[in-house]
């Protein structure tokens, strides 16, 4: 124990005798730990893992391609969506329209979006609620009215409600119709980003369309589920036109996350290859960093080898000092990745990512991140006291000697290290210029209008406006219908 304490004393004095060196080995492993895991995170809470609901990787939606390529949605009618839940692909298939109400019995009314919702969409969807229950099936039977009962989500319970607790079991009054309070949904359950769901009247209405979620059987493939649902479709086609383009169509289902995947996806993994080779970067300049400092120390290994420092003792100082390198960098590093991360969620766009997704840091990615680098500090730290180690105490000691303990061998070390790094800079280099192209090509791209001085006001209506569904291609917020744009 006292060597340990004595071995970490010496550490730090050699460490504050050389600022330069050890900030710039600090700085260098701190900003690739950082960088990496706080992207990764990012990476795998939006693309990889977004959605809290069950069998997420089997939720479809289903979209219609015109001769053009163009993608749209469609509607269908309550029976339309029974003859889906029946196909021999489809596991089972819920049904939600958005309409926007307004709370009222107060002294002033509120604006919210609502989700009416098929009884099984919560037992489809599968996430247990924050407070109460969720809604159930004899909530809303078939051809009858449904229960006057709603469930709140969980942002608009805080801000409502002011999270209280006790309002399972109260009422709300929305266009002069009492609600009873059943539940408040989880934090992560966001569907739709409406602040209320309340259980819809199913009939036989032709009119009325709704957005049709599915769930694949397992092992069924999108190609196959294409193939069995598109003559469903042209059927529905025939027997409510006004829901389907006059065009001929066909079906192509997509990933609950495909939208964003193809949104975010090509730009946040080439963001994560330019943070891994920054990584990669920093751990070859601690190498370098190491490798000459110890070259630098080669003549003080030596008196000390010659005054009955045994091989063992000079490895635990060295090992000591790399280790104590590595780690502050690993912790700067950490505390860095918790800090970027949340400049990186601030930064993003909205509606450019699932509201499902629990961005947080990944622990895998952190711990593997911190032991490349400390193992890179460790691995280099020793190198020159693995050398020195055998070294012929005559050379060494000689005045003024230049000689690299391994002579051939540590050269060729180095002159790989350096080279490898120099690789990875220009890689990192063109990969940073070739995001700041399309980054201005995106920035500069002519919107057809003057966007100055120009504000958005959205009017919306409880009557027969609403909202397009989840079958729509994700482009926007559609809080309200229509929108009027008026100058600032």
Known sequence: MHSILQDLRYALRQLRKSPGFTATAILSLALGIGATTAVFSVIYGILLDPYPYANPDRMVHMRLIDPEGHERGFGTTASQWQQIRKSPVVEDAFITNEWNLTVTGHDYPEDVSADLVSSNTFNFLGVPPALGRNMQPSDAIDGQDPQPVVELSYKFWQRHFLSDPSVIGKTLQMV????????????????????????????????????????LKPGVTHDQANAA??????????????????????????????????????????????????LAIGCGNVSILLLARGTARQQEFAVRAAIGAGRRRLIAQLL????????????????????????????????????????????PVLAFSVAVAILTGVLFGLWPALQISRPELSQNLQSGTRKIAGAVRGKRALALLIG????????????????????????????????????????PFTTTLTKPGRNEPITSNNSALPSLQFPA
């Open 176 to 215: 002069r119709k009492n609600y009873t309070i059943i539940g408040v949904a989880s934090p992560r359950f966001t569907w739709d980003d409406t602040d209320v769901y309340t259980p819809q009247k199913i009939t036989a209405d032709p009119i009325l369309g709704y957005y049709c979620g599915i769930r």
């Open 320 to 363: 000591t000092e790399s280790l104590l390198l590595s780690l502050t960098g690993a912790a700067l590093g950490v505390g860095l990745a918790y800090a970027t991360l949340a400049k990186i969620i601030a930064l993003l766009p909205t509606y450019s990512f699932p509201h499902e997704a629990a961005i947080h840091i990944n622990v």
């Open 420 to 459: 490898g790094q120099i690789t990875l800079t220009l890689l990192l280099l063109s990969g940073a210029g070739a995001a700041l192209q399309g980054f201005l090509r995106l920035a500069n791209v002519p919107l057809g209008y003057d966007p100055h001085n120009i504000m958005s006001v959205g009017i």
């Open 229 to 278: 649902l598109q003559p469903i479709l042209e059927q529905f086609a025939k027997e409510t036109p006004k829901h389907f383009p006059k065009k001929s169509f066909r079906l192509r289902v997509i990933g609950l996350n495909d939208d964003f995947l193809k949104q975010l996806g090509p730009a946040l993994s080439l963001l994560f290859a330019a943070v891994a080779l920054l």
